[in-house]
Antibody, heavy 119, light 111 residues
Framework: EVQLVESGGGLVQPGGSLRLSCAAS????????MHWVRQAPGKGLVWVSR????????SYADSVKGRFTISRDNAKNTLYLQMNSLRVEDTAVYYC????????????WGQGTLVTVSS | QSALTQPASVSGSPGQSITISCTGT?????????VSWYQQQPGKAPKLMIY???KRPSGVSDRFSGSKSGNTASLTISGLQTDDEAAYYC???????????FGTGTKVTVL
């Protein structure tokens, strides 16, 4: 069974940093593209970032470019999102999401981790 | 890039059919047959319901179907059931600059 378990969320002050982790199991992590998608409280889904299977190709939404960094450790089956210079508008549930090779849809989602940016 | 446009809410009685629209532009929905749909129950993670406009993942009921015409994609739920009550989001690939756009979301209510 595919499992994606996020951790690392919490309360942080504006300008602060946080690193999210996503532990993957039940599939060959090293062969899949992985993404982060976020959802502000009561709002819709927003794509944040993606990484190819070996981490050599990464992409970001304009709203986080230069502040967030996606990375992965395939030996540990773990995806990361380093978030720096956090803003109040980054407050959201962050989902770790899998995309099959050659596909453009999100076939498995984690349960999400809440990041709250507030003073 | 703005989010794709969906109606805020759609409702129907049990057994009826409803359709949710998802309007984008010629840069996303109109160009790519890479529209997917997600169901999100309250407090839960989204679940893939339709991909590549009209394909259903294994395990998803055939009461769910998708289509596209021009810049607008649609999700139809036939034989509406009470457990179909949820928020539904469309998503389109939007090229190598914007990457992915989600819709604004539609709350489906079963009367």
């Amino acid at each position: 069974e595919v499992q994606l378990v996020e951790s690392g969320g919490g309360l942080v002050q504006p300008g602060g940093s946080l690193r999210l982790s996503c532990a993957a199991s039940g599939f060959t992590f090293s062969t899949y593209w992985m993404h982060w998608v976020r959802q502000a409280p009561g709002k819709g889904l927003v794509w944040v970032s993606r990484s190819n299977s070996d981490g050599s190709i990464t992409s970001y939404a304009d709203s986080v470019k230069g502040r967030f960094t996606i990375s992965r450790d395939n030996a540990k089956n773990t995806l990361y999102l380093q978030m720096n210079s956090l803003r109040v508008e980054d407050t959201a549930v962050y989902y770790c999401v899998r995309v099959n090779t050659g596909a453009y849809h999100f076939d498995h989602w984690g349960q999400g981790t809440l990041v709250t940016v507030s003073s | 890039q703005s989010a794709l446009t969906q109606p805020a809410s759609v409702s129907g009685s049990p057994g009826q059919s409803i359709t949710i629209s998802c309007t984008g532009t010629s840069s996303d929905v109109g160009t790519y047959n890479l529209v997917s749909w997600y169901q999100q129950q309250p407090g839960k993670a989204p679940k893939l319901m339709i991909y590549e406009v009209s394909k259903r993942p294994s395990g998803v009921s055939d009461r769910f179907s998708g289509s596209k015409s021009g810049n607008t994609a649609s999700l139809t739920i036939s034989g509406l059931q009470t457990d179909d009550e949820a928020a539904y989001y469309c998503c389109s690939y939007a090229g190598s600059s914007t990457f992915y756009l989600f819709g604004t979301g539609t709350k489906v209510t079963v009367l």
